[in-house]
């Protein structure tokens, strides 16, 4: 099992790194250059804007994760806040899940379309308070969306972020006794804040590391929310580093690959600073602990981050509704708070016609999330028979290709995949995607599989049941919900992949995802409406699926 | 000076009581026993006298320590310790920032408070034992240490959700003397939710018997 990982995984990651690295350096036999040199790097550190780009970057990377990281902490402890009714939205609490759920399951490109619908100089939320309120009859000549300090794009990736680190945080908190440590702590005079301080946030965060870490990594180095979020003159520098990639003049090709490699270089240094500040707070709130002191209710503190918390999430809930409303819209002109007349034209054009582009998402998904589902329970089920666990060295292999940048060895991989003779079909992508759906989805089914009470298996195995009938009827039965669940994160991991896509696809496989983002530069919102929304609506129904389908069976099974 | 509870009983959403009202008087250094069925409500009894009742229920009657209702102040505000089944000694801190955590802020000047630290980890025969990892402590240990956790904090009352019953039985009684020793020492009422009759004798205190309605 672990060859195959190994194979599967790791040789591509490295092996793109590396084709990476030598072009960095001068090699590219394609292109006949076969020297080592440094100029790849002189040329990068000269080109315009490139030290804007790596500021761009580091600020919108780590205040994104910070912000997100900050949020979903205060999020759990308000979540969990049993004895306090003090908070103005207390009552939101049940809204609060079907809120964070279709924007877990859009993809990061949706979630960025519907912000740049929401947040543009003509966007909805000026149309909604214009002419009344604003006195605009035509769109301010502000900018927002895209703005030069990368500010839109930390928002939408915060946004994003924040309820993929609130859930992970949720499931981790089950590991934690939290009600009785809580108890203890506020028995003894502590306030809440300050009892989540020093006891529940150091057993809390290196629980949650790695996923953090891929939070910062995927903020570092995303290309598809900076495209369309992002300032573009310059941009970050993983889009720059794109934008080299695809320049029409092929010299471009070295310094790109400089950058790529920086970038990576560049990770490996945030991930130590990140993880350096981390143990100084740890540190810190350590040597506090000992003092003894009891804390404050910090009210102002608290109702500003509820506050943030709540925007946040109504701004990814409106994203997409904005990309529903301009879906179904024909006419919606400047400042007009709706459509003023509505069509279904282009949701008709897109189910009669049925194009490439849903086709390939589809086919995509499925069988990325299929091979990943089914790898990942061969290994478990072959641990479970052979013995054996996963130590921690291979969780970090499973997790590798979110922790390196997508296009530090993308190019590289491409480069190693066309040397082979791999020429960007439709199995090549597949296994692009898979590199970033299996981490998601083994880490997604690890915990249920571990949970499974292993008395039923014996009792089976007692009543002469063979082990593949255990197997069979016993645990994939028992872990239906977790095995469709982890399919579904599959799905919407695979929909939403977009550098992988073009990149390995050598642009020729259209997807939902890099039509939409490739469509977000244009004139038409009704048609990227279509696909951004659409986008959203597979992950979604991939979900609804895991979570109603196992309860129609039982449903069945309880009728007979 | 004193805790008491008065026609205490915690009510559901349409006001209906959980369990029959409490009356119950517990004297400085004295300990009383709680006991009924299983699931009758004790464990949401010591929640409502220390304040850690879910919002989800409602309180009738009233909790009065030395003379004030503490009805209305939060769990951080009415200083009334708690002891679990479980030692629940936090696993991020040492032995002895474990017992810095409990010990109150009063004490200030970080000499003076391992100094203190010191004397109760003497006193709980953990002598040497500040930088271990309370993993690493035996069950017994680990109990003798939540509770200095907890006195270190100066509580004006402690309550006990039937402590040490994971542990075997020449352990339990060496702890339940040291517990009773320690209160009567400190004159801290102590309410304990036990299933034993031998903690009601050992206690010799006043018993409220818990009943389902």
């Not at chain 1, 028995?187 to 996923?211: D, E, T, V």
């Not at chain 1, 143990?279 to 000992?290: A, G, Q």
Request: charged residues 10%; hydrophobic residues 55%; positive net charge.
């Amino acid at each position: 099992m672990l060859a195959i990982l190994v194979i599967g995984i790791l040789v591509p990651v490295i092996a793109g790194l590396g084709e990476t690295t030598r072009a960095a350096f001068g090699i590219l036999p394609a292109l006949g250059k076969h020297d080592f040199n440094l100029s790849a790097w002189q040329q990068l550190f000269q080109l315009p804007g490139f030290t804007t780009s790596l500021r761009l970057t580091l600020i919108s990377g780590f205040l994104a994760t910070g912000t997100s990281l900050i949020l979903t902490i205060f999020g759990c402890a308000w979540a969990y806040n049993a004895s306090d009714k003090c908070y103005f939205f207390d009552k939101l609490k049940p809204f609060i899940a079907p809120l964070l759920v279709p924007i877990l399951a859009a993809p990061h490109a949706a979630i960025a379309i519907g912000l740049a619908f929401l947040l543009a100089p003509s966007g909805w939320l000026t149309r909604l308070f214009s002419p009344w309120l604003t006195t605009w009859q035509l769109p301010p000549n502000l900018t927002t969306v895209q703005d030069l300090w990368g500010l839109s794009l930390t928002l939408g990736l915060i946004i994003k972020e924040l309820p993929f680190l609130w859930l992970i945080s949720l499931v981790a908190l089950k590991q934690i006794d939290l009600s009785k440590q809580l108890s203890i702590a506020q028995s003894m005079g502590y306030s809440y804040a300050n009892a989540w301080f020093k006891i529940i946030i150091p057993q809390l965060y290196p629980l949650i590391r790695l996923p953090v870490l891929v939070v910062l990594v995927y903020a570092l180095s995303t290309v598809d929310m900076a495209l369309i979020l992002g300032p573009n003159t310059p941009p970050t520098l993983a889009l720059a580093t794109m934008r080299w990639y695809n320049d029409a003049n092929i010299g471009m090709l070295l310094p790109a690959s400089a950058a790529a490699m920086g970038l990576g270089l560049l990770m490996i240094a945030s991930v130590f600073v990140w993880e350096t500040t981390m143990t100084l707070i740890m540190l810190v709130t350590k040597v506090m602990t000992r003092t003894g002191a009891r804390g404050r209710h910090w009210k102002l503190v608290s109702t500003a981050l509820a506050t943030a918390l709540q925007l946040t999430l109504t701004l990814g809930f409106l994203s997409l509704v904005v990309l529903l409303i301009w879906s179904f819209a024909w006419r919606w002109s400047f400042p007009d708070a709706l459509p003023t007349s509505w069509s279904y034209q282009h949701w008709l054009r897109l189910l009669t016609h049925w194009p490439l582009a849903l086709q390939h998402s589809i086919a995509l998904a499925l069988g990325s999330s299929t091979i990943a589902v089914v790898f990942a329970v061969a290994w478990l089920e072959v641990q479970d028979r052979f013995g054996g666990h996963l130590s921690r060295l291979t969780l970090w292999l499973i997790y590798l290709p979110l922790l390196v940048p997508q296009i530090a060895f993308l190019y590289g991989l491409k480069v190693g995949f066309l040397r082979i003779g791999i020429n960007g079909g439709m199995n090549a992508v597949i296994w692009a995607h898979l590199l970033f759906v299996f981490p998601y989805v083994m880490l997604s089914l690890i915990d249920s599989w571990r949970a499974l009470d292993r008395r039923y298996l014996q009792v089976a195995a007692s009543l002469g049941t063979s082990a593949w009938g255990c197997f069979w009827r016993i645990k994939l039965s028992l872990l239906l919900k977790p095995l469709l669940l982890a399919w579904a994160i599959g799905i919407a991991v695979s929909i939403g992949q977009y550098l992988p896509t073009l990149m390995i696809g050598a642009g020729k496989i259209e997807t939902l995802t890099t039509e939409a983002v490739s469509l977000a530069s244009g004139a038409d919102r009704r048609l990227v409406g279509v696909y951004g929304l659409l986008q959203a609506l597979v992950p979604v129904l991939a979900y609804t699926l895991a979570i109603y389908l196992p309860r129609l069976i039982s449903l069945k099974q309880t009728i007979k | 000076m004193s805790l008491e509870l008065r026609s205490l009983t915690a009510t559901l959403a349409d006001n209906s009581p959980l369990f029959s009202p409490v009356d119950l008087a517990v004297a400085k250094g004295e300990v009383a026993c709680v006991m009924g069925p299983s699931g009758v409500g004790k464990s949401t009894l010591l929640n409502i006298i220390g304040g850690h009742l879910d919002v989800h229920f409602g309180i009738a009657g009233d909790v009065v320590l030395n003379g004030k209702s503490v009805k209305y102040l939060t769990a951080a505000q009415r200083k009334i310790g708690v002891l679990f089944q479980d030692p629940l000694l936090f696993p991020h801190l040492s032995v002895g920032d474990n017992l810095a955590f409990g010990l109150c802020s009063s004490v200030v000047g970080a000499k003076k408070r391992r100094l203190a630290i010191d004397q109760a980890l003497a006193q709980a025969q953990l002598k040497g034992f500040y930088h271990r990892n309370p993993a690493t402590l035996s069950g017994g240990q680990q109990s003798r240490a939540a509770l200095m956790r907890a006195l270190l904090a100066r509580p004006q009352a402690l309550l006990l959700d039937e402590p040490f019953s994971k542990l075997d039985e020449n352990l339990k009684h060496a702890m339940r003397d040291f517990l009773f020793d320690q209160a009567r020492q400190r004159l801290i009422p102590i309410i304990l939710v036990t299933h034993d009759p031998k903690d009601m004798t050992d206690a010799n205190g006043p018993v409220a018997l818990l009943q389902a309605l």
